[in-house]
C-alpha cells in the first residue's frame, strides 16, 4: 500500500489577525435601544425619578482604529483643558434616552477611560457632554432629552489605552428641577465636532417641559459661549404663553446668580406692562408642557497662525423669577446646563497611505504621510511605547518608513505656521502558512 502526501500549502494574505471591532466609527455604532424607563416624578420614595441601571458586559475597543480627522470633544464637564484623548482608539453604541438624566458607569482594563455623549447624525454629530476617569473607573452624568438617540463614544487616554469593560447606563427623571426637558438646533451643524473659522451658526433653544417648583415662573434664558465666538447676535425671543402683555427680549449685563449676564429675559406679566427692566417683575407663567424657543447666531472667529482647537462651546443658563426677577420664593438654582460642545478647526489634517503586513513575521508594512498645511514640514514617528524612531524636518512633501512591524504609529506634523497636528496608524498583522496534509490510500 502506498500512501501519498500531498502537502497543500495555503497562503493567507489576512490582514487582521486579530479581528478589528465591527463598532469602531459612529456609522457603525452598536445599538442598546431603549433604556429602562424610570418612574415619574411625583410625592414618595417611589416617585423619584429613578430608572433600573442596565449593564453590558465584556465590551472592548481592543484592535479599534484611529480615524482621521478624529471625532473628540474639550473642556469635559465644563472644565477648560479636560480634553478627551485625540487620536484615541474608541467605540461607538447608540441608544434611546426615556428620561432628563443619563449615569454612566465604566469598569475594566481601559486605564483612563473617555465617554463622549453625542446626538444628531454621525458626520454632523452635536456634542452633549464628555468625561474622563482613571484607574479603569469612570462615572458621569449628562442632561438628556427623552425620546431622543444618543451616541456614546468610549475610549481610552491614547491610542495604545485598550481593553475590555464593563457598561452601565442609568437613565433618570430629574424631579426637582424646574426645567424639565429643553432641546437645541444647530445650523449649520458641526463637523466631527469642528467649525471652520468665520462659520456663522445659528443656534435655537427651546424649553418644551417647565415644572413651576415653588411657583417659580420662567424668567430668563442665558447662553454661555466659549472663547471661539464672536459676540451673539440675538434673532428672535419665546411667545408669551402668559394673557398678559409681557414679552421676551434680549437684555445685556441682568444680574443672575453666576454674575451680570446678557440673554432673553421676560419684561412684564399679569400684573404689569413690559417697561424695559426684567429684575422687578414675573416670569411667563406656564406650567408642564410648553414650547419657549430663543434664537440666537454667532460667527466663529479667525485662527491665529499655527493654533488649533479653540474652544467652541455653549452653555445655556436658565433661570426662573425667583432668581432673576421679583418672585421672592426661591427654586430652580440646580436646572440643569444645556451644553452643546464644538472646537474650531484651523490646522488641516495630514493625509496618509499606509500598506498592513503582508506575511506574519515579515515586518514589511509602510506608511506614507503628508502634511496639508504651509510647507516645508517636521515630522515626529513613534510606536505605540512612545518612542521616538524616525524624525524629518524642513520635508516639502511627503514622509515615509518602510519595514515596519505590526503596531500603532502616531506621526505628528509641524508646519511652517507652528501648527501641529497629529495622525495615528496602525499596521495589522500578516497572515501565515497552514500546512495541511491529505492522505491517499
Request: charge should be negative.
Amino acid at each position: 500500500m502506498r500512501y501519498f502526501l500531498t502537502l497543500v500549502i495555503l497562503l493567507f494574505s489576512l490582514t487582521n489577525v486579530n479581528s478589528q471591532v465591527a463598532n469602531d466609527d459612529c456609522l457603525n455604532a452598536i445599538p442598546l435601544g431603549n433604556l429602562p424607563n424610570p418612574s415619574n416624578c411625583g410625592p414618595g420614595p417611589m416617585n423619584n425619578g429613578q430608572g433600573s441601571p442596565i449593564t453590558f458586559n465584556n465590551l472592548t475597543n481592543v484592535n479599534s482604529l484611529t480615524e482621521a480627522p478624529y471625532t473628540t470633544l474639550i473642556n469635559c464637564q465644563g472644565t477648560p483643558g479636560n480634553n478627551m484623548s485625540s487620536p484615541a482608539t474608541d467605540v461607538w453604541y447608540s441608544f434611546v434616552a426615556t428620561g432628563n438624566s443619563l449615569d454612566v458607569t465604566i469598569n475594566g482594563n481601559i486605564n483612563q477611560p473617555n465617554v463622549g455623549i453625542w446626538t444628531g447624525n454621525c458626520g454632523a454629530l452635536i456634542g452633549v457632554g464628555c468625561d474622563i476617569g482613571g484607574g479603569g473607573n469612570l462615572n458621569t452624568t449628562s442632561q438628556l432629552t427623552p425620546g431622543q438617540t444618543y451616541y456614546i463614544q468610549i475610549s481610552g487616554g491614547n491610542p495604545a489605552d485598550q481593553g475590555t469593560f464593563d457598561l452601565t447606563l442609568q437613565n433618570n427623571n430629574s424631579c426637582d428641577d424646574c426645567l424639565l426637558s429643553s432641546n437645541m438646533t444647530v445650523t449649520p451643524l458641526p463637523i466631527n465636532g469642528t467649525y471652520q473659522p468665520g462659520t456663522t451658526v445659528t443656534f435655537c433653544f427651546t424649553v418644551t417641559e417647565w415644572s413651576q417648583e415653588n411657583q417659580n415662573w420662567f424668567h430668563g434664558v442665558v447662553p454661555i459661549m466659549a472663547s471661539g465666538w464672536g459676540p451673539v447676535t440675538p434673532i428672535s425671543g419665546a411667545n408669551t404663553c402668559d394673557t398678559g402683555p409681557g414679552v421676551w427680549t434680549w437684555f445685556n449685563g441682568i444680574n443672575t446668580p453666576n454674575g451680570n449676564s446678557n440673554g432673553f429675559f421676560f419684561d412684564g406679566d399679569l400684573f404689569n406692562n413690559p417697561n424695559g427692566n426684567p429684575t422687578n417683575n414675573f416670569g411667563d407663567n406656564c406650567n408642564g408642557n410648553v414650547n419657549w424657543e430663543f434664537c440666537w447666531e454667532a460667527t466663529t472667529t479667525s485662527c491665529p497662525p499655527g493654533q488649533d482647537g479653540d474652544n467652541l462651546s455653549v452653555f445655556i443658563e436658565t433661570y426662573a423669577d425667583g432668581e432673576t426677577g421679583s418672585w421672592t420664593n426661591i427654586a430652580c438654582q440646580n436646572d440643569p446646563i444645556f451644553a452643546f460642545s464644538g472646537s474650531l478647526t484651523c490646522c488641516p489634517i495630514p493625509t496618509e497611505i499606509h500598506t498592513d503586513e503582508i506575511c506574519l513575521g515579515e515586518n514589511d508594512g509602510t506608511i506614507t504621510v503628508t502634511g496639508q498645511g504651509s510647507a516645508p514640514f517636521d515630522y515626529v514617528w513613534e510606536d505605540s511605547n512612545g518612542n521616538i524612531i524616525q524624525t524629518s524636518n524642513n520635508i516639502n512633501g511627503s514622509d515615509n518608513m518602510l519595514n515596519l512591524a505590526p503596531d500603532i504609529y502616531t506621526i505628528t506634523v509641524t508646519d511652517n505656521d507652528g501648527c501641529v497636528q497629529t495622525i495615528t496608524i496602525t499596521i495589522l498583522a500578516g497572515g501565515q502558512a497552514s500546512i495541511v496534509g491529505i492522505w491517499h490510500n
